[in-house]
Structure formats: structure tokens, C-alpha cells
């Protein structure tokens, strides 16, 4: 099992930047997809960016040159820099492991909040 733990959420102005965490704890040496989604108020939660068993880096359009996502210590963290931050940017940001046995684990969210 794994238990994945998000932080670094907070209120900023268009055009900042914030850096969120997410710590993993457990067996995570089976885990083959890294991934951060976000979910705005009465929206659907959507894919901001992810990492596949090949290390390839994909980012979405709407976050494309502004998020980076990238991972250290063997899994156990990853992040998510988000620069020039946009009031559309506002949601709460979860992020997400999935393992080579189709099982998925969820944090449980930290809120962005982007004010004009």
C-alpha cells in the first residue's frame, strides 16, 4: 500500500509561483506512473502532468511552459513547480501514483487559490 501526503498549496497573485510536494510512503517500488491532477469547483478533475514507466514527461496544453512536474528520492517525492500562475489555475491539486498492477493512490489534495 501507499500512502501519499500533498503540501505547499496556499493563496497567491497572477503571475506567482508555488511549489507543491508530495511525500509517498510504503511500497512504491512498483509504481510505474507519477501524475498530478487538479479539480476546480464543479469541474471535472483533469491531468495537469505525469510521468510513465519510460520516464517520459508529459505535460497538459493549458499548464504547457508554466508547470514542471519532476520526482526525487527514488519515488518517494515528487513535484510540482507552477510559475506565472493564472486565476484559472485555482483548484485543489492532487497527486497521484498508479503501480504495474493497475492500483491507484491518491493524496488527499492541497488548495491553489490564484487571486487577480
Known amino acids: 500500500h501507499v500512502t501519499l501526503v500533498e503540501s505547499g498549496g496556499g493563496l497567491v497573485q497572477a503571475v506567482g509561483a508555488l511549489r507543491l510536494s508530495c511525500a509517498a510512503s510504503?511500497?512504491?517500488?512498483?509504481?510505474?506512473?507519477i501524475a498530478w491532477y487538479r479539480q476546480a469547483p464543479g469541474k471535472q478533475r483533469e491531468l495537469v502532468a505525469g510521468?510513465?514507466?519510460?520516464?517520459?514527461?508529459s505535460v497538459a496544453d493549458f499548464v504547457k511552459g508554466r508547470f514542471t512536474l519532476s520526482r526525487a528520492n527514488a519515488k518517494r517525492t515528487v513535484y510540482l513547480q507552477m510559475n506565472s500562475l493564472k486565476p484559472e489555475d485555482t483548484a485543489v491539486y492532487y497527486c497521484?501514483?498508479?503501480?504495474?498492477?493497475?492500483?491507484?493512490?491518491w493524496g488527499q489534495g492541497t488548495q491553489v487559490a490564484v487571486s487577480s
Open positions: 510504503g511500497s512504491t517500488l512498483s509504481i510505474n506512473v
Open positions: 510521468i510513465g514507466s519510460g520516464r517520459m514527461t
Open positions: 497521484h501514483y498508479r503501480d504495474i498492477h493497475g492500483r491507484n493512490y
